[in-house]
């Protein structure tokens, strides 16, 4: 059952794990061409990354209705982009770029906590959330081919993408239930949405999403 005898610790730390609406980087396509000289190029990316993120969290309660609370969500994100260009007429001609792309993405969230709040259905044990979100991006890691027209063997490099923002705040709101037992154990399922302020990838089809939609599950102590 619902209880808030037992919610008497002022520090609480516990973990936990979400899964997002939509992958944080989504399939895109992007063609360009002139007439004068006559070129054509075409970018199409396929985004694979996890939906999944999980971590520890911590928090400090003010009052029996406010607290402030913090993750540090791990998320894994990837894609494969493929360009395509040449000039003239002739499609045959064309020469072919492959990108593997993986990068791991820290979501740090940083979150003031309300309940009973008169507003709120089932009040006492609904949580309203709002602050924002911290996200760097690091260990990125590339692989590219390069296939040329009339030449047997690509070309590989290793050097790594770069994100067009290597770090990227975001505004966070949310809405979630709050559970407590006898012994502090609290087990807090929500919903969040998060507004991007930038892309972490922007460039030619490669777009990440600005607009994040994610369902968490948060097990504290």
């Known amino acids: 059952m619902f209880a808030e005898a037992g919610d008497n610790r002022r520090f609480y730390f516990g973990g936990r794990w979400g899964v997002m609406g939509l992958t944080p980087i989504p399939d895109g396509k992007v063609d360009r061409s002139t007439t004068s000289p006559e070129f054509h190029w075409t970018s199409n990316t396929e985004g694979n990354s996890s939906r999944f993120g999980y971590g520890p969290s911590v928090g400090v309660r003010f009052s029996p209705r406010f607290s402030v609370g913090a993750d540090w969500l791990f998320r894994k994100f990837k894609y494969t982009e493929t360009t395509e260009f040449y000039s003239g007429s002739d499609a045959a001609d064309a020469t072919t770029v492959i990108e593997d792309t993986r990068a791991r993405i820290w979501d740090v969230p940083v979150l003031f906590r309300a309940r009973d709040l008169k507003f709120l259905p089932l009040r006492k044990y609904t949580e309203l959330t709002l602050g924002g979100t911290f996200r760097n991006v690091h260990s990125v890691n590339s692989g590219t081919t390069t296939i040329l027209p009339d030449v047997d063997d690509p070309t590989t490099s290793d050097i790594p993408a770069r994100p067009s ?44 999403r600005r607009h994040q939609v994610e369902v968490l599950i948060g097990i504290t102590f």
């Open 165 to 208: 923002h290597k770090n990227v705040a975001g505004i966070t709101a949310g809405l979630g239930f709050r559970y407590v037992d006898d012994y502090s154990f609290k087990l807090t399922p929500e919903v969040r949405y998060t507004y991007w302020t930038a892309q972490t990838f922007d460039r030619d089809s490669i777009r990440s």
